[in-house]
């Protein structure tokens, strides 16, 4: 902690603060190991390196250990193989095994709940996956040179809200790093080992209830990482959508129609969730003006009274008095609106609401089959093969090669319809657990 990426005391540290050390501190570490063997002040750590040929590779190795700096890092050790006193040093090895050792280590004993420390809620949502891990070991699977990791849980007796999400990001997070290492760890091991393609879980309730839930803001970040693990391939589009939704004030309207291709119905589905989360996160209202609540033919009053009743606004008879209403809320609502299938009448009196809400301020998000609000578009198209790839190599770890070919078989198998590709993959995610249920 000497040496921090932000200069400040620990606890004048802000929530930002703490996501930018444990982002950036491989990096860090790398640079830190190699100033101060290098010059060292006298109230600065001693790392008690002398001998320069270990310096260099120890400083990659350390780095390796970073999700993010992980394939430069080896990259670098492979590239320069080192030699320290003439003996080749296997350091793509010693980091990839060193990024495993750090994503094991999992157990109960790293979660702390500091009340004195400002913790982001990205932090204390790692704080939280750990409190709910009692064990974690390396088993022999049945392959005798493969290693499967093993991970009991244990929860609260009335965890099944977020059970399976603490379930999901660890398990997944394991995959994909095993997935990540494996090609390293099998060639400088000449394929003596190498990681499992499947997980298991042992998972058990704490009967004394001695475990903490997750606050709801806490939970709501859990929820928004899972169901951002699903969407497949749209990482920039939901920034984009995040710019719209946060770039909303009192002073700026921000709006946004989301034109969904065919077959995305379980993508839409994910994506309102998505919605919902972040509108909680952001403490708004939600207002979901969808279908399955809008008799068919309902007409403008028919929307106005709708989500009026959702607002608890009272003596609203016109789009003018839902604008005052909304004046007087705050912060605004988050309003989502499915056109989808809507007829005329309705959807004439859904473009009204969009207009009052962009009259408030309000940040509006219509999602629809083509352009029909006259709003900025952002469009869900059809998933191509190399989109599919790019998400499992980036989100599961896969290998290029790997990837393009198992793109190439869910894009001819859906036609690159997000819906059956979702299905798919949270199928297969599913099928690496071996799971052992309560």
């Keep these: 902690m000497q040496a921090m990426p932000v200069e400040k005391a620990l606890d004048e540290l802000t929530p930002s603060d703490h996501d930018t050390i444990r982002r950036e501190h491989p990096s860090v570490g790398r640079t830190l190991i190699v100033s101060r063997t290098l010059a060292r002040d006298r109230d600065q750590f001693d790392l008690g390196l002398h001998d320069d040929e270990f310096l260099a590779p120890i400083a990659l190795v350390s780095e390796a250990h970073g999700t993010e700096t992980y394939a430069s890092a080896v990259a670098a050790l492979i590239e320069t193989r080192p030699q320290p006193g003439g003996v080749p040093l296997r350091g793509d090895l010693l980091g990839a095994l060193l990024l495993m050792a750090d994503e094991l280590d999992l157990q109960r004993a790293r979660a702390t709940f500091p009340n004195e420390a400002k913790l982001s809620t990205v932090s204390m949502v790692h704080h939280f996956l750990n409190h709910y891990v009692s064990g974690v070991h390396v088993c022999d699977a049945s392959v005798p040179t493969t290693r499967r990791i093993s991970i009991d849980f244990l929860f609260p007796e009335d965890s099944q809200p977020f059970r399976n999400d603490v379930r ?20 400088r091991t ?53 710019k719209v939704i946060d770039a909303s004030s009192d002073l ?10 065919e077959g995305s119905e379980e993508e839409t589905s994910l994506l309102i969730e998505w919605l919902q989360l972040n509108a909680a996160i952001q403490r708004r209202p939600f207002v979901h003006v969808a279908p399955d609540v809008l008799p068919a033919g309902h007409g403008p009053h028919g929307v106005l009274a709708l989500v009026a009743r959702q607002l608890g606004c009272i003596n609203v008879r016109s789009h003018e008095d839902l604008t005052d209403a909304l004046a007087m809320l705050s912060p605004l609502p988050l309003f989502v609106i499915e056109a989808v299938g809507q007829v005329k009448p309705t959807l004439a009196g859904l473009k009204k609401l969009v207009n009052a809400a962009a009259r408030s301020a309000a940040p509006c998000v219509a999602l629809s089959s083509r352009p029909s609000f006259g709003l900025p578009v952002i469009e869900f198209a059809p998933l191509g093969a190399s989109e599919i790839a790019e998400h499992l190599v980036s989100a599961q770890g896969h290998t290029t090669e790997g990837a393009n070919e198992e793109a190439k078989v869910l894009y001819l198998a859906s036609g690159g319809r997000p819906g059956p590709i979702i299905a798919a993959l949270h199928a297969e995610f599913e099928q690496a657990i071996v799971h052992q249920a309560l």
């Design 252 to 261: 700026t309207s921000t709006s946004a129609e989301i034109v969904m291709s």
């Design 168 to 187: 999901e990001l660890i398990v997944k997070k394991l995959l994909r790093q095993s997935r990540l290492t494996n090609p390293v760890i099998a060639r």
């Design 190 to 242: 000449d394929g003596q080992m190498q990681w499992d393609t499947r997980v298991a879980t042992h998972e058990t309730l704490d009967v004394a209830g001695q475990l903490r839930h997750p606050t709801p803001e806490v939970w709501q970040h859990m929820r928004r990482s899972v169901v951002e693990g699903r969407l497949i391939g749209r990482r920039e589009l939901l920034k984009d959508i995040k």
